[in-house]
């Protein structure tokens, strides 16, 4: 069993910052892959940033420049700062990891943008 905790998510003004954090805990050997996704209202969840093993990072164009994803192998957890937050960036951002075993997911963490 693999779970997925995410934190940090709230009520921002525009223009503000603010930090996602994810733990991944259980039958855990090794994380390939870990990210970032996102879902506004009525929209089908999109990618915001991944992060591989190595620490190859990948962001979406919308979030390039705005945005950090970064992981620490050792404790399991994988982090996303986002900066100058506009309100298109409202929406439910899930955490994700890509194991051997299969694909995981958290519950999801509310994020609001107000202009």
């Known amino acids: 069993q693999v779970q997925l905790v995410e934190s940090g998510g709230g009520l921002v003004q525009a223009g503000g910052s603010l930090r996602l954090s994810c733990v991944v805990s259980?039958?855990?050997?090794?994380?390939?892959?870990m990210g970032w996704y996102r879902q506004a209202p009525g929209k089908q969840r999109e990618l915001v940033a991944v992060?591989?093993?190595?620490?190859?990072?990948h962001y979406a164009n919308s979030v390039k420049g705005r945005s950090t994803i970064s992981r620490d192998n050792a404790k399991n957890t994988v982090d996303l700062q986002m900066h100058s937050l506009k309100p298109e960036d409202t929406g439910v951002y899930y955490c994700n990891v890509r194991l051997v075993v299969g694909t995981f997911w958290g519950q999801g963490t509310q994020v609001t943008v107000s202009s």
């Open positions: 259980g039958s855990i050997s090794s994380i390939n892959v």
């Open positions: 992060i591989t093993s190595g620490g190859d990072t």
